[in-house]
């Protein structure tokens, strides 16, 4: 799949978010209840997400620390498992991709790889925020990766 890396200055962004750990197979279902939790606490409070759900992937060596959620308008307040969060702001590399989430790798590794040609470097953190639902034949993936010049 050709990729289109684009740079983009972001804002800090509040979030909403669930924290976890998983393993690999469990992540379909930790993602929905984790979204379903957020949007639960959202309707609760009258705050609205201010974009598409994203998560968070840190591997470890028996799985995988998983924080999930949705930017917000508004401030949340912790409850149940759903906590406030940030997503930091500055330089971020993003790139779509289309299809197969078990191949979103492949997005990394384009991202990754234009730093690298480009001057940049990580600076944070990556995520990955989903366009579309598991239902769609291709769903829509963007991965972005904060980044400075190195």
């Known amino acids: 799949m050709d ?10 962004q509040p979030c909403a978010v669930v924290r976890g750990h998983v393993a690999l197979e469990a992540i379909p279902g930790f993602l929905g209840q984790a979204y379903g939790d957020v949007m639960g606490v959202l309707a609760g409070e009258q705050v609205s997400p201010a974009g598409p759900p994203f998560a ?4 470890t060596g028996d799985g995988l620390d998983v ?6 308008t508004g401030p949340v307040s912790p409850t149940g498992r759903v906590t406030a969060g940030e997503q930091a702001g500055g330089l971020v590399a993003t790139v ?9 790798e492949e997005a990394y590794r384009a991202a990754e790889d234009w730093l690298a040609v480009n001057g940049y470097v990580p600076a944070g953190e990556p995520w990955e925020s989903y ?7 291709e769903p829509r993936t963007v991965v972005s990766l ?5």
Not at 3 to 12: H, M, S
Not at 56 to 59: K, M, S
Request: charged share 25%; proline share 10%.
């Open 67 to 72: 924080e999930a959620g949705f930017p917000v």
């Open 3 to 12: 990729y289109t890396v684009e740079l983009v200055e972001l804002a800090p």
């Open 131 to 137: 366009l579309d639902g598991p239902e769609v034949a």
């Open 96 to 104: 779509m991709h289309r299809g197969d989430y078990g191949k979103v």
């Open 146 to 150: 904060p980044c400075r010049k190195g």
């Open 56 to 59: 968070r992937y840190h591997v």
